[in-house]
């Protein structure tokens, strides 16, 4: 079954830190991008950061640039998002998808997530409040 397990989430302060991770099962990473995106009841997803197959493209939207870092290990079947600096705005549920172009169609100014994205994942829950 092709699946992605999101972890890492939790409930922190402004200023904190959390890094998620994504594993991807049934598949390999290899040759696909991915992205993280966030949700949050009554909208669409939206697109945090993105990473290409190789690791060397990397997107952010303006909101987490500086703060949020995007990874990844193939090896480890592994995606991941450490973010520091943390907003109560950056509350949502995050999770993972893949972009089977190998690098990512969605980059940071976009205004929407291409359609071509695959979620597979249950997200977590990031909770950032005093």
Do not use: H
Not at 1 to 14: D, H, I, K, M
Not at 56 to 73: C, P, W
Not at 120 to 128: A, D, E, N, S
């Amino acid at each position: 079954q092709l699946q992605f397990v999101e972890s890492g989430g939790g409930f922190v302060q402004p200023g904190g830190s959390l890094k998620l991770s994504c594993v991807a099962s049934g598949f390999t990473l290899d040759y696909e991008g991915v992205l993280w995106f966030r949700q949050v009841p009554g909208k669409e997803r939206e697109g945090i950061a993105c990473i290409g197959s190789s690791g060397r493209q990397l997107e952010y939207v303006d909101a987490v640039k500086g703060r949020f870092t995007i990874s990844r290990d193939n090896a480890k079947n592994t995606v991941y998002l450490q973010m520091n600096s943390l907003k109560p705005e950056d509350t949502g549920v995050y999770g993972c998808a893949r972009d089977v172009s190998g690098g990512c169609s969605w980059y940071g100014a976009a205004t929407a997530i291409p359609p071509l994205y695959e979620y597979w994942g249950q997200g977590t829950q990031v909770t950032v409040s005093s």
